[in-house]
């Protein structure tokens, strides 16, 4: 059975960091390009960033680039997310999620993590 | 970026209507859009992949079409577990993004 659980979200005050954290089993990790997907609260779905299955591509959505920085250890089935410079608007739940096609970059989401809250304040 | 687009961003129905959601790209996207279900505190459920393929344990009542800049999700007999958010995902290129949301609702 496929399992994404992320950890580290946390109430961080602007312009602080959290290093947000998901750990996958069930699945070839290392085969997937992985995702996280944010959702403000009362909003929609807004991707955040990709990285691909060996880690050498990875692309960000304009809102985060140059702040944020994905990373993944496919020695350890682990997908991270480092977000530097935080700002009221990113606060949101933060979802990993999973490439639908081994190998593949463009691609849905087939499995997603049960999210983790990020709250940006003073 | 390419803008996706649904509509209604509301709908009311009953159970067992036949229901149809909308979406539209900016741009063509080819086949290489997703289809969403998400109900409220829950992570997203993926529905239908490359426009028109049920993802597997997905319920046949559930089906996709479409191809360039036009899009419809149908769903052929609203089930009381129906009643939720949808969302349409084009990942033709990055930045992928996702449309605004239909809340499908019940009458």
């Known amino acids: 059975e496929v399992q994404l659980l992320e950890s580290g979200g946390d109430l961080v005050q602007p312009g602080g960091s959290l290093r947000l954290s998901c750990a996958a089993s069930g699945f070839t990790f290392s085969s997937y390009a992985m995702s996280w997907v944010r959702q403000a609260p009362g909003k929609g779905l807004e991707w955040v960033s990709v990285?691909?299955?060996?880690?050498?591509?990875?692309y960000y959505a304009d809102s985060v680039k140059g702040r944020f920085t994905i990373s993944r250890d496919n020695s350890k089935n682990t997908l991270y997310l480092q977000m530097n410079s935080l700002r009221a608007e990113d606060t949101a739940v933060y979802y990993c999620a999973k490439g639908g096609q081994s190998g593949a970059i463009r691609v849905g989401f087939d499995y997603w993590g049960q999210g983790t809250l990020v709250t940006v304040s003073s | 970026d390419i803008q996706m687009t649904q509509s209604p961003s509301t709908l009311s129905a009953s159970v067992g209507d036949r229901v149809t959601i909308t979406c539209r790209a900016s741009q063509s996207i080819s086949s290489w859009l997703a289809w969403y279900q998400q109900k409220p505190g829950k992570a997203p459920n993926l529905l239908i992949y490359k426009a028109s393929s049920l993802e597997s344990g997905v319920p046949s009542r559930f089906s996709g079409s479409g191809s360039g800049t036009e899009f419809t999700l149908t769903i052929s007999s609203l089930q009381p577990d129906d009643f939720a958010t949808y969302y349409c995902?084009?990942?033709?290129?990055?930045?992928?993004?996702f449309g605004q949301g239909t809340k499908l609702e019940i009458k």
């Open positions: 990285i691909s299955s060996s880690g050498g591509t990875t």
């Open positions: 995902q084009q990942y033709n290129s990055y930045p992928t993004t």
